[in-house]
Every structure is written in C-alpha cells, then in structure tokens.
C-alpha cells in the first residue's frame, strides 16, 4: 500500500466548488492510472482512467491530470455536487509482467456541502 | 440485476470456523478479480482468474485462504479457521479486458469474526 500514496484523506467543499485530489506512486511499472469512486454500503465504481501517453483527460465534469516525470496524477471534479459525496481511491496497475493487479491507495472521503 | 452478485452480504462467524464467499460475475466477463478491504482503507488484491485459471495470487493469500473458479463462471473464496484480522469486506470484481481495465465491483460480502 505504501506503493501509493493519496491526499488529502478528507476535502470539504462547497456545492460548485473545484474538487482536487492527488495521487502519488513509486512504482514506474504502473501503466494504467484509474480513479474509483465508492458510495458507503457499495463497490468501488471505475470514475475516469488514463494512460502514461497522455497528460490530461476530461470526462464531464471529472478531470485527470498525469504527470509521469513526477509519478503523480491527479482528479478533478468541477462544479462539484452533492451526489459526489463519496470516497475516492486512485488505484495505479501495470501489466508488466501480466500482472493484473491494482494498488488502491487509502483515499479520499469527499464532502460536498449544499 | 446484470451486476456482480456476491453472497452472502454479511457473515459473523467465530473464530476458528470456516466461511465461504460466492462471486457471480457479470456473465460474459472472463476475468474475475478478488480484493479485501477493510475499514478506511483501500481494497486489496487478493487473487486473479481469467477463466477457471488461477493466474495471481498476493502474498496476502496465506494458506488458510483457498479461490476457486470452477467451468470458469462463478468463484468462491473459503477462509479456513477464520481469525480476527480476517475481519473485513471482501470485494469481487470482474472484468472482459485484461490489464485490470474496467473492473466492476460487487458490494461485496462483509465478514465479522467474534
């Protein structure tokens, strides 16, 4: 788990409000960079991914920024709601070597106040 | 229901016993992926199967642990002589693309030992 490392563990914001959160890895094996979102009582649901090839990707209002030279990518959510009370999990895999595994890191419980 | 089924929802068992977990994936997925997660953290990989193989396993899966994907469709997890620190919510995921792309979560099975 040290493998990644996320933050903040917590993140308040106010209804319209940019939401940012970051994700940090030590491992340059990893070649897929996947958000997760998780409700209490569910799983964990795929949010926006991205590839090493490419530095930033937007769908709707979630954002991922990828900085490979610095082994960091982050979310961002626009305007956010209060549907998006949630937590967050960054989860990096790499395929090198077939693995099919995914490090979530401890992630990030948002709160999005109306 | 077209989801991950997992079953059952929740178990309390006492030390000692055994307990196994049911994981019907999505049908046409041929991937099927096992985490852990316990509280205020993220999942953990546990084990991997494409089909009724069982192509990884994490160190976390001590010998007490034991996967199966029989005719490659549904899979159980059995946790023999169940202690405390196995307390958590195990999550079942599947997939039809490799890499670990796309996975999809069940609301897993939560497991409570007294």
């Known amino acids: 788990q040290q493998q990644v490392k996320q933050s903040p563990q917590s993140l308040i914001v106010q209804k319209g409000g940019i939401s940012i959160i970051n994700c940090a890895y030590e491992?340059?094996?990893?070649?897929?960079f996947p958000w997760y979102q998780q409700f209490p009582g569910k799983g964990p649901a795929l949010l926006i991914a991205?590839?090493?090839?490419?530095s930033e990707k937007k769908e709707g209002r979630f954002t991922i920024s990828f900085n490979k030279s610095a082994k960091q990518f982050s979310l961002h959510i626009m305007d956010s709601q209060p549907g998006d009370s949630a937590t967050y999990f960054c989860?990096?895999?790499?395929?090198?070597?077939?693995?099919?595994?995914?490090?979530f890191g401890k992630g990030t419980k948002l709160t999005v106040n109306p | 229901d077209t989801g991950v089924s997992q079953d059952p929802r929740h178990k309390i068992t006492k030390r000692g016993q055994n307990v196994t977990f049911r994981c019907d994936p999505i049908?046409?997925?041929?991937?099927l992926y096992w985490y852990r997660q316990t509280l205020g953290q993220g999942p953990e990989f546990l084990t991997y199967f494409q089909n009724e193989a069982q192509l990884e396993k994490s160190r976390l899966l001590s010998d007490r642990f034991s996967a199966e994907r029989p005719k490659g469709s549904f899979s159980t997890l059995e946790i023999q002589r169940t202690e405390q620190g196995d307390s958590a919510m195990y999550l079942c995921?599947?997939?039809?693309?490799?890499?670990?792309?796309?996975?999809?979560f069940g609301e897993g099975s939560r497991l409570t030992v007294l």
């Open positions: 995921a599947s997939s039809l693309t490799g890499g670990a792309r796309e996975l999809f």
């Open positions: 491992n340059t094996a990893f070649d897929y």
């Open positions: 989860a990096p895999g790499g395929t090198q070597g077939g693995s099919e595994k995914l490090v």
């Open positions: 049908s046409e997925h041929n991937r």
């Open positions: 991205i590839r090493p090839d490419v």
